[in-house]
């Protein structure tokens, strides 16, 4: 199937490693050039030059997306890098983590990493969006973000925020020809992850979670990143407003 991406101009947040990477890689290798930001200077020309290898212009900047001012320029350099933008990719992520006791602060990094940066985003990108015949936005979520899994984390009631912007946007911006789906992954382990790190530092919650996996794996980020490529293609026309997981069955509810 012809995904109908050749050609296309691609915005990817935090995509320097794990599912981001992969996304930016799927996506150039569809023939979409690209422009992506993380924070490590390192990693970020490492991408780029990963990206400019499979025959397509790659732009990568090093920033913290929380630095507001900084990161609205940036996309604002991307769009214009690129020649326009017909996708935007909300990919950046502070993580499940939890910051010690003070609760509040995973609650601000999450707001403004996973939220925030997704929702300057859109705002900034959606006018020149309007003139791509295939202008689509993916935001990044969670599976758990739907259930009672561990402890309660900022990381999963905001990426419920995510996906309830990502619902109301798609109607506003539907008349404009922009699509904006949510989707939901699930444990994700690969080189540097979360899931590989608590392999070894919590033995005990990675075997539960495994053995809890219908599948009893954890997801690769390919597997990941091959779905949100596809929804952000033309050959999703018809999917807007969805937030579908993609966690091999990992998740317990039943959405009709
Ligand atoms: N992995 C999983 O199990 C899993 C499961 C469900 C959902 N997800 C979601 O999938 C997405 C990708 O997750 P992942 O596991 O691939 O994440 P990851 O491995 O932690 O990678 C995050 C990326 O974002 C960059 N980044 C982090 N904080 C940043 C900041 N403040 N400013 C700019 N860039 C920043 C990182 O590079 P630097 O560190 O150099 O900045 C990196 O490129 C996230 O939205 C996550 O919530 C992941």
């Known amino acids: 199937m012809d ?3 050749q050609g296309g101009k691609a915005i990817v947040t935090g995509a320097s490693r794990g599912i981001g990477r992969r996304i930016a890689e799927l996506l150039a290798e569809e023939g979409c050039d690209i422009a992506l930001c993380a924070r490590a200077d390192s990693r970020v020309a490492d991408a780029v030059e990963s990206l400019e290898k499979r025959g397509v212009r790659a732009f990568g900047s090093a920033l913290n997306v929380r630095d507001g001012e900084r990161y609205v320029q940036w996309l604002s350099e991307a769009r214009e890098a690129l020649g326009g933008v017909d996708l935007f990719i909300a990919n950046v992520s502070a993580g499940g983590g939890m910051d010690g ?13 996973d939220v925030l940066a997704a929702v300057r985003g859109c705002e900034l990108l959606a006018d020149a969006m309007k003139d791509s015949s295939r202008a689509a936005i993916v935001m990044i979520g969670e599976a758990l973000s739907g259930e009672a899994f561990g402890p309660p984390l900022a990381y999963n009631a905001l990426k419920s925020a995510l996906a309830t912007h990502a619902k109301q946007l798609s109607h506003a911006l539907a008349p404009s020809g922009i699509r904006v789906n949510a989707m939901a992954p ?14 070894y530092a919590d033995p005990k919650l990675y075997n539960a979670t495994v053995r809890q996996h219908p599948s009893r794996r954890l997801s690769t980020a390919d597997e990941i990143a091959r779905y949100a490529v596809f929804l952000a293609s033309p050959a999703a026309s018809w999917v807007n407003g969805t937030q579908i997981p993609v966690d091999g069955g990992f998740s317990q509810r039943i959405g009709f």
């Open 186 to 199: 699930g444990p994700a382990a690969f080189e540097g992850s979360r899931w590989e790190m608590l392999e």
């Open 101 to 113: 006791k003070d609760s509040e602060r995973d609650w601000y990094r999450n707001f403004e990493i």
């Open 3 to 5: 995904l109908g991406l």
